[in-house]
Each structure stands twice: as structure tokens, then as C-alpha cells.
T-cell receptor, first 115, second 113 residues
Framework: KQEVTQIPAALSVPEGENLVLNCSFTDSAIYNLQWFRQDPGKGLTSLLLIQSSQREQTSGRLNASLDKSSGRSTLYIAASQPGDSATYLC??????????????FGKGTLLTVNP | DGGITQSPKYLFRKEGQNVTLSCEQNLNHDAMYWYRQDPGQGLRLIYYSQIVNDFQKGDIAEGYSVSREKKESFPLTVTSAQKNPTAFYLCASAGTGRSNEQFFGPGTRLTVL
């Protein structure tokens, strides 16, 4: 059974700092990995999706990397801003692809960026 | 605007009542999902549907039911058999192409009185 772990559970940083959020998964046979952001009381916003054949994806100040063999992904946020404060979740899709579209989620990292 | 809508935003239910949560999408996605989110826990999959008129149980389907009569709609009924229904419910949809990126609605917070 796939398990996804995110460490740390909470992180507080001063504005302007570069930071890294971690995601690890127990079964390396994944099809893709997705990073989401969730603001309090809101739905999830998709940030980045990395296919199993890719090493990284970038969107603006965000960069996600994937090391499938070691079961790890990182989300790098450059020059953090107070507006980046939210919970960040990662989720993996099972490696068979095809008709199996289920995701397994981590519990998230609560990020606070202090002005 | 393309997206996923959920209604209502807040829902209060008395014990013993069934309630139905609405989820509609205009993204032309084939796959739709229902998740439950509780404090301190990850998202847990309740039901999912990969095509109209077909759906499968997720990890915590007991006490819930769904239908998928239209591509755009995937309503979730929380029945009186669900022992602890107070939670935040999230609906998502995804295309069935290579990326299968999931997109989420704004959620419904259900409280049992």
C-alpha cells in the first residue's frame, strides 16, 4: 500500500527566504506526482504535476523535483512572500497509469511566511 | 469560466437525515472524485467515477452513495448510516489523458447537529 509522508508538518520562515518542502513515498512505481496548495477552508489548487519520466517542473517561483528511485520529491519556493502562507500537499498516482486515476495524498506541510 | 462548483458551501444536518452534496464541472472531464478531509488527516477517497453511469468505491465508501447520470455532475449523498459525517468534503475532476491532473472544487463543510 502506497504511503505518502510530508516533513515537516509545519514550517515558519521570514519573508524573502528560499525554502524546500519534502514529500516521500513508499512505492517508487508511480505514474506522476502532483503538488497542491490549500488555503484555510478552501479547496486545493494544483501547482505542479511531474510525470514519472521527468526530473523537475517549474512554474514561476516554484520548482518541483522528483527522484523516483529514492521515493522523494521536493517543492522549492524562491523568495517566499506572506501570500505563500498555506498548506502544501503532495499526491502520487499509482504506477500502472492506464485506467487507474486514484491519488494518494500526504497530510501536508503548513507554511507560514512572516512579514 | 471553466471550473468545478460545489454547493452548498456550508450544510447542517440533523442526526438520522440523508443529505446530498452537489458537484458540477464544465471542464469536459471524464473522471470525477469525492474526498473527505478531517483535521490532521490527509484526503481520503470516498467514491470515484471514470465515465458516465459507472463509479467505484474508494477507501471509505461506507455510509455514502453517488450517482453519475451526466458527465458534468457527480452528487454525493451522505446517509444516516455514516457514523461520523462531520467533515470537509471536496470534489475533484480530471481528464483521462496522459497527465490526468486533478482539479478541485471549493468544498462543502458538513456539520451534524
Amino acid at each position: 500500500k502506497q504511503e505518502v509522508t510530508q516533513i515537516p508538518a509545519a514550517l515558519s520562515v521570514p519573508e524573502g527566504e528560499n525554502l524546500v518542502l519534502n514529500c516521500s513515498f513508499t512505492d517508487s512505481a508511480i505514474y506522476n506526482l502532483q503538488w497542491f496548495r490549500q488555503d484555510p477552508g478552501k479547496g486545493l489548487t494544483s501547482l505542479l504535476l511531474i510525470q514519472s519520466s521527468q526530473r523537475e517542473q517549474t512554474s514561476g517561483r516554484l520548482n518541483a523535483s522528483l527522484d523516483k528511485s529514492s521515493g522523494r520529491s521536493t517543492l522549492y519556493i524562491a523568495a517566499s512572500q506572506p501570500g505563500d502562507s498555506a498548506t502544501y500537499l503532495c499526491a502520487v498516482r499509482r504506477g500502472s497509469g492506464g485506467s487507474n486515476y486514484k491519488l494518494t495524498f500526504g497530510k501536508g506541510t503548513l507554511l507560514t511566511v512572516n512579514p | 469560466d471553466g471550473g468545478i462548483t460545489q454547493s452548498p458551501k456550508y450544510l447542517f444536518r440533523k442526526e438520522g437525515q440523508n443529505v446530498t452534496l452537489s458537484c458540477e464541472q464544465n471542464l469536459n472531464h471524464d473522471a470525477m472524485y469525492w474526498y473527505r478531509q478531517d483535521p490532521g488527516q490527509g484526503l481520503r477517497l470516498i467514491y470515484y467515477s471514470q465515465i458516465v453511469n459507472d463509479f467505484q468505491k474508494g477507501d471509505i465508501a461506507e455510509g455514502y452513495s453517488v450517482s453519475r447520470e451526466k458527465k458534468e455532475s457527480f452528487p454525493l449523498t451522505v446517509t444516516s448510516a455514516q457514523k461520523n459525517p462531520t467533515a470537509f468534503y471536496l470534489c475533484a475532476s480530471a481528464g483521462t489523458g496522459r497527465s490526468n491532473e486533478q482539479f478541485f472544487g471549493p468544498g462543502t463543510r458538513l456539520t451534524v447537529l
